[in-house]
């Protein structure tokens, strides 16, 4: 079965600060891989995602993640921190399998990394 | 405004009741995914729908239920409420059955009392 792991349950750098949350998952096959960010009370906003292709992707608010297959990793960077990117961040890989005879496809989350920014 | 609307916002009931939180996919999206958040969970998936057709079903509970209309909205049933319901249920959609991105609802808060 499919599992995603992020070792940091909290981390906390200055502004201005670069950033890198860590994610490692489980999959027998390539993976589809997405990086969501969850403001307090908030829902899950899409950050960025990688299918295929260029292992190193774009996002918005100026983030980016690379893929490395060797590593089974999926981490997540920014060069400089800001204090509207205090928030929690959630890696997660979707997977297809079988279920009554036929596909399915399931996004399964890590546990979440709580960023806090220091002024 | 991730296009996916969730109501309500915000639900507090006595234990042993029974609550049903409603979720409009996106435009266009065929699929539904509920997710329960809790604090010592995390983000547990629940069920996914497909076009109206359960697709996929996670931890979820027997006490709860879910189903896709011909509208394409969703509606999760919750029965039978203790105190460990109360979280906040997310409803997120897709364009296809996977292989895709889901967008996420603002979630459903509930209150077990």
């Known amino acids: 079965a499919q599992s995603v792991t992020q070792p940091d349950i909290h981390i906390t750098v200055s502004e201005g600060a670069s950033l890198e949350l860590r994610c490692n998952y489980s999959?027998?096959?390539?993976?589809?891989l997405f990086w969501y960010v969850q403001s307090p009370g908030q829902g899950l906003q899409l950050l960025l995602k990688?299918?295929?292709?260029?292992?190193l992707v774009q996002g918005i608010k100026g983030f980016e993640a690379e893929f490395k297959r060797s590593q089974s990793s999926f981490n997540l960077r920014k060069p400089s921190v800001h204090w509207s990117d205090a928030a929690e961040y959630f890696c997660?890989?979707?997977?297809?399998?079988?279920?009554?005879?036929?596909?399915?496809?399931?996004?399964?989350f890590g546990k979440g990394t709580k960023l806090s920014v220091i002024p | 405004d991730s296009g996916v609307t969730q109501t309500p916002k915000h639900l507090i009931t006595a234990t042993g009741q029974r609550v049903t939180l409603r979720c409009s996919p996106r435009?266009?999206?065929?699929?539904v995914y509920w997710y329960q958040q809790s604090l010592d969970q995390g983000l547990q998936f629940l069920i996914q729908?497909?076009?109206?057709?359960?697709?996929a079903k996670g931890n979820i509970l027997e006490r709860f239920s879910a189903q896709q209309f011909p509208d394409l909205h969703s509606e999760l049933n919750l029965s039978s409420l203790e105190l460990g319901d109360s979280a906040l249920y997310f409803c997120?959609?897709?364009?296809?059955?996977?292989?895709?991105?889901?967008?996420f609802g603002q979630g459903t808060r509930l209150t077990v009392v």
């Open positions: 997120a959609s897709s364009v296809g059955g996977g292989g895709t991105e889901a967008f």
């Open positions: 999959y027998g096959a390539t993976p589809y």
């Open positions: 997660a890989v979707g997977s297809f399998y079988a279920y009554s005879g036929a596909g399915s496809y399931q996004l399964t």
């Open positions: 729908y497909y076009n109206g057709e359960e697709r």
């Open positions: 435009s266009g999206d065929l699929s």
């Open positions: 990688y299918f295929s292709g260029d292992t």
